[in-house]
């Protein structure tokens, strides 16, 4: 008994540990938008604002120090314009997937970024994204092998854009060849 309460714990704590952050919030904005920049299609769909919602919950702690982190760091000077455009940071906090497709169905939004998350698959979130067009981020490696588009990892104690080829061009992007050759492509 002793045993499998001992392997319990080990797969329990795995699964939280599993969906932290490997590149600090501060540097992975920085990068992102650099990367939103070699998106064709987004770069020509962003018009009058750039919508970039940041999805978590508000009962699970990381999720929510992840989202305040966030719009900390993108509230600064840095993030005030993309491709000329002003950047409108707004944020949702979740317990289902139907929530975010009815905020989403409400709302414009040009980028989602994932903190981590508790009971929802991410699956159900990308399906959404992929019908509705919207470009998702993530700092959760793990995220990005389950269908998000781009994420970043840490690779020689530096950070690693990670691009999921088939989301990102289901999600509608349209990455340059030389953002494309400086990525980890997940197949």
């Not at 770069?43 to 929510?64: G, W």
């Not at 992840?66 to 950047?87: D, H, T």
């Not at 993530?138 to 998000?148: K, N």
Request: aromatic content about 12%.
């Amino acid at each position: 008994m002793k045993k499998f309460i001992s392997i319990l714990f080990f797969f329990s704590t795995w699964q939280f540990f599993a969906q932290d952050i490997a590149v600090p919030i501060d540097v992975q904005f920085p990068i992102f938008f650099k990367i939103f920049s070699y998106d064709k299609n987004l770069t020509q769909k962003v018009k009058d604002h750039f919508d970039l919602l940041i999805v978590y919950q508000r009962k699970f702690r990381t999720s929510l120090n992840i989202k305040n982190s966030a719009q900390s760091v993108l509230e600064g000077k840095s993030f005030k314009y993309f491709n000329s455009s002003p950047v409108i940071i707004k944020s949702i906090s979740i317990e289902s997937a139907s929530e975010l497709d009815e905020y989403l169905a409400k709302n414009h939004i040009d980028c989602i970024y994932i903190a981590p998350l508790r009971a929802i698959h991410i699956s159900e979130i990308t399906s959404i994204t992929r019908k509705r067009k919207i470009l998702s981020t993530t700092g959760v490696v793990e995220y990005v092998e389950q269908g998000v588009s781009v994420g970043l990892a840490i690779k020689s104690e530096k950070p690693q854009i990670l691009i999921n080829l088939p989301a990102s061009k289901a999600e509608g992007a349209d990455f340059s060849s030389q953002l494309l050759k400086l990525a980890k492509i997940i197949e």
